[in-house]
T-cell receptor
Framework: DAGITQSPRHKVTETGTPVTLRCHQT?????MYWYRQDPGHGLRLIHY???????DKGEVSDGYSVSRSKTEDFLLTLESATSSQTSVYFC????????????FGNGTRLTVT | KQEVTQIPAALSVPEGENLVLNCSFT??????LQWFRQDPGKGLTSLLL?????REQTSGRLNASLDKSSGRSTLYIAASQPGDSATYLC??????????FGKGTMLLVSP
């Protein structure tokens, strides 16, 4: 398995609270991604990073922010959680940004009540 | 906008059968196509990556083909086993850090 650790694995939070999910990699890959997976929608890209302090928005970035202060860590923050953000969140890493397979973490299941 | 479709959504076969999973995409301007498997409660595991200049890739009992001009890929699984039961997803890379996923085919191989 690629060295990707997501924390926490499960979280229940209340509407309106901020939440931060962490992705940690030991592969020293430059590219890191946050996806959410929902029934009927498949995997959708939230934000991605192409280096320390370099990030960009994905398809469903509203309500989310990210930070990458070190190569190995990529944080996803829900600024004020809503029920529509109940989902399974996956972090992925990629060695180069083309023609290189993505490696995924085991996900964080987030429930917003 | 790139769209990726996987048919069938679910498939059930007895052990030992050879099977084919299908993936189609709407925009043929791709860099590569990737196949993944996902076990319940787990992340995605990369199976095969076919670059746009390639026609197929093989790994063990898995063979993936790519016909870019027609917007289609197939994943062939030979001599299926119960351990192959999982959801299989395809994804196309249309640009830098731009990977579009299908919704997957849920495969059940019964002993």
């Amino acid at each position: 398995d690629a060295g990707i650790t997501q924390s926490p694995r499960h979280k229940v939070t209340e509407t309106g609270t901020p939440v931060t999910l962490r992705c940690h990699q030991t592969e020293n890959h430059r590219y890191m991604y946050w996806y959410r997976q929902d029934p009927g929608h498949g995997l959708r890209l939230i934000h991605y990073s192409y280096g320390v302090k370099d990030t960009d928005k994905g398809e469903v970035s509203d309500g989310y922010s990210v930070s990458r202060s070190k190569t190995e860590d990529f944080l996803l923050t829900l600024e004020s959680a809503t029920s529509s953000q109940t989902s399974v969140y996956f972090c992925a890493i990629q060695e180069s940004n083309l023609n290189s397979p993505l490696h995924f973490g085991n996900g964080t299941r987030l429930t917003v009540t | 906008k790139q769209e990726v479709t996987q048919i069938p959504a679910a498939l059930s076969v007895p052990e030992g059968e050879n099977l084919v999973l299908n993936c189609s995409f709407t925009d043929s301007a791709i860099y590569n196509l990737q196949w993944f498997r996902q076990d319940p409660g787990k992340g995605l595991t990369s199976l095969l990556l076919i670059q746009s200049s390639q026609r197929e890739q093989t790994s063990g009992r898995l063979n993936a083909s790519l016909d870019k001009s027609s917007g289609r890929s197939t994943l062939y699984i030979a001599a299926s086993q119960p351990g192959d039961s999982a959801t299989y997803l395809c994804a196309v890379e249309s640009g830098y850090s731009t990977l579009t996923f299908g919704k997957g085919t849920m495969l059940l191989v019964s002993p």
